[in-house]
């Protein structure tokens, strides 16, 4: 996949974590952690597509369905300064080309 995942076992992590008899017993007595780690792991494949607004959409659910996902903020920010949107997506600065930024000169 280019970040060096291996897509077979990744998908093959992702069939275990599904399929798991620990995860279904939790998923139909009313819990809904299965669902928080779901919409997390959507927020990670976002975020690695530089979707940051849909990926903040996805956290937001997921800390408003859960309060524990909020643990992960200062290492989704640590990530977004590191490596940022490439697109400007999530930074308010769409359409403003070189104007704006000071470097007139």
């Excluded at 897509?7 to 952690?33: D, K, Q, V």
């Excluded at 927020?43 to 369905?65: E, F, I, T």
């Excluded at 359409?95 to 930024?101: A, K, L, M, S, V």
Aim: charged share 20%.
């Amino acid at each position: 996949t280019g970040d060096g995942v291996d897509s077979g076992n990744h998908n093959l992590a992702i069939l275990i974590w599904l399929f798991s008899p620990f995860t279904a017993t939790i998923s139909t007595r009313g819990s809904g952690e299965s669902l928080v780690v779901c919409m997390l792991m959507g927020m990670v494949v976002l975020l690695k597509r530089q979707r940051v607004v849909w990926a903040a959409v996805l956290y937001g659910l997921a800390v408003h369905w859960r309060i524990f996902p909020i643990i992960f903020a200062p290492t989704i920010l640590l990530y977004l300064s590191l490596v940022g949107p490439s697109d400007g997506e999530g930074r308010g600065d769409e359409g403003r080309g070189d104007e704006g930024r000071g470097d007139e000169g």
